[in-house]
């Protein structure tokens, strides 16, 4: 099969997908199969491609068109385990605060989805303000968790995962010796284990709430994609929107506009604001020291920096 940097139309050298997945052994392995794939599935589901979005790191995205015209969105992933639940967490949604899945291969880790138009981000939306845009990201949070979670589901569970990570988070500093406050590090550890089994309600949560994930729609206002499905906490979920709708840290008084934002978030989806800073805590935890593995140390002591912040918010 031909490398497919050579299909200039639907894979042009310089797609994301083409230089990062290039980086590594399996990611090679998948783009070498994966011409053949898209025109496997382009076959089957009867679809007209337009040129690949531009975005995207570890897979490859088109818009489409089915046979009776319908605007869609094609999806196929590397296989890799974050991107494993996203067929079965739309699924369970069904058009509730997220796209609508119109087709599924799970083998293939391949999507067609629901096109959102006209595709704005939540995060580029500025000049409706970085409150209202939280209203509206927690707007479509309180749709996505209203979803029953089905008793054989089988999607991840957040206290498993984040089980495992809080021993990676514990092992990393053990090895690495970063450098960082060794108490916070210790309590981000026993948050990640502690706060999934606080829980008072589970519900299908995204997993990677973040602004960018949050698109304009005609169906719906605002509608998420790309999501990373586990069953457990809500709790878990709101901090990637508060982080990155714009930079509180920079704030003129970060700690009194951080402390705002949760309070602000809090009301909006019935949580409790101690709780949901204390899970940003844990996240930035984990976050740091994933940094510090992949050699930015630096990066890492300033997401340490927040994390304390968050702490000192939450009063932990």
């Not at 590397?78 to 494993?84: F, G, L, Q, S, T």
């Not at 948050?191 to 997993?207: D, N, Q, T």
Request: charged share 25%.
């Amino acid at each position: 099969m031909d490398d497919p940097a050579r299909s200039p139309d639907l894979f042009p050298p310089g797609l994301p997908v083409l230089t990062e997945m290039r980086r590594h052994a399996s990611g090679r392995a998948w783009l070498a199969e994966l011409p053949a794939l898209v025109e496997k599935l382009r076959t089957r589901w009867s679809l007209r491609f337009g040129a690949p979005f531009p975005g995207g790191s570890c897979s490859w995205v088109a818009p489409a068109h089915l046979p009776d015209g319908t605007a869609a969105v094609f999806k196929v992933t590397w296989p890799h385990r974050e991107a494993a639940g996203e067929g079965e967490g739309l699924r369970i949604w069904d058009g509730r605060g997220a796209v609508r899945l119109l087709g599924h291969d799970p083998e293939h880790y391949a999507l067609l989805l629901e096109r959102c138009r006209p595709g704005t981000e939540l995060g580029a939306a500025d000049e409706l303000g970085a409150e209202h845009r939280l209203r509206l990201g927690a707007g479509v949070l309180r749709e996505l968790w209203s979803a029953p979670v089905p008793r054989d589901c089988g999607l991840e569970r957040v206290a498993d995962v984040c089980a495992e990570w809080a021993d990676l988070v514990e092992e990393r500093m053990e090895r690495l010796r970063p450098g960082y406050d060794a108490g916070l590090v210790a309590h981000g550890a026993r948050l990640l284990r502690e706060l999934p089994g606080g829980a008072v309600r589970e519900v299908v949560v995204h997993g990677d709430f973040n602004p960018g994930n949050v698109l304009a729609a005609d169906r719906r206002p605002w509608l998420a994609i790309d999501a990373k499905p586990m069953t457990g906490d809500p709790g878990y979920d709101p901090f990637p929107l508060l982080e990155q709708i714009d930079d509180p840290f920079a704030a003129a008084d970060p700690p009194r506009t951080v402390a705002a934002r949760l309070a602000l978030l809090a009301d909006e989806l019935g949580e409790d604001a101690g709780r949901l800073a204390a899970w940003a805590v844990a996240r930035r935890v984990e976050t740091a020291l994933w940094s510090a593995e992949h050699g930015d140390v630096a990066g890492g002591a300033e997401v340490m920096g927040e994390a304390r912040l968050l702490a000192d918010v939450a009063g932990v």
